[in-house]
Antibody, heavy 121, light 108 residues
Framework: EVQLVESGGGLVQPGGSLIFSCAASGFTFSSYAMSWVRQAPGKGLEWVSSISGSGGSTYYADSVKGRFTVSRDNSKNTLYLQMNSLRAEDTAIYYC??????????????WGQGTQVTVSS | EIVLTQSPGTLSLSPGEGASLSCRASQFFSSDYLAWYQQRPGQAPRLLIYASSTRATGIPDRFRGSASGTDFTLTISRLEPEDFAVYYCQQYGNSPFTFGGGTKVEIK
């Protein structure tokens, strides 16, 4: 069974940094692209970033480009999202999700349970 | 960036009724790259449909997806109590991989 377990959320001050992890199991991690999607309180889904199976290709939403960095450690079956220069509008539940192919151009299935980040002073 | 506009914002229906949810794209892209997700309150989204019309594993056949040009439709033939949720469309053929704003299907 595919499992994705996010961790690393919490309360952080504006301008601060945080790193999320997503531990994957139940599939050959390096064979699939992975993504981060967020959901602000009471709002819809917003794609944040994706990374190919090898880690060689990364993609970002304009809203996070230059501030967030997606990476993966295929030896540890773990996906990461390094978030810097955090803003109040980054407050959201962050989900990691598995793609169906090595490339990032794929639907997301399944999703993790999400981890919450609150950016506030 | 491809903008996906979902309508209506909210559908108020009774169990057993049918639902038709629309997702309109701001520009053409291959129907191979459109997905629908269901999100129940307090839960992570769940894949329903990919490639516009292919049901994901375990999704009942009362869920049907279709495409015509830049218009995509999710049809639920007979609403079950567990179908009352928010539904999102998403395109994954062009980065940024955008989502629609969602349609909430609520109990009337």
């Amino acid at each position: 069974e595919v499992q994705l377990v996010e961790s690393g959320g919490g309360l952080v001050q504006p301008g601060g940094s945080l790193i999320f992890s997503c531990a994957a199991s139940g599939f050959t991690f390096s064979s699939y692209a992975m993504s981060w999607v967020r959901q602000a309180p009471g709002k819809g889904l917003e794609w944040v970033s994706s990374i190919s199976g090898s880690g060689g290709s990364t993609y970002y939403a304009d809203s996070v480009k230059g501030r967030f960095t997606v990476s993966r450690d295929n030896s540890k079956n773990t996906l990461y999202l390094q978030m810097n220069s955090l803003r109040a509008e980054d407050t959201a539940i962050y989900y990691c999700a598995k793609s169906n192919t090595r490339r990032a151009f794929s639907y997301f299935d399944p999703w993790g349970q999400g981890t919450q980040v609150t950016v506030s002073s | 960036e491809i903008v996906l506009t979902q309508s209506p914002g909210t559908l108020s229906l009774s169990p057993g009724e049918g639902a038709s949810l629309s997702c309109r794209a701001s520009q053409f892209f291959s129907s191979d790259y459109l997905a629908w997700y269901q999100q129940r309150p307090g839960q992570a989204p769940r894949l329903l449909i990919y490639a516009s019309s292919t049901r994901a594993t375990g999704i009942p056949d009362r869920f049907r997806g279709s495409a015509s040009g830049t218009d995509f439709t999710l049809t639920i033939s007979r609403l079950e109590p567990e179908d009352f949720a928010v539904y999102y469309c998403q395109q994954y053929g062009n980065s940024p991989f955008t989502f629609g704003g969602g349609t909430k299907v609520e109990i009337k």
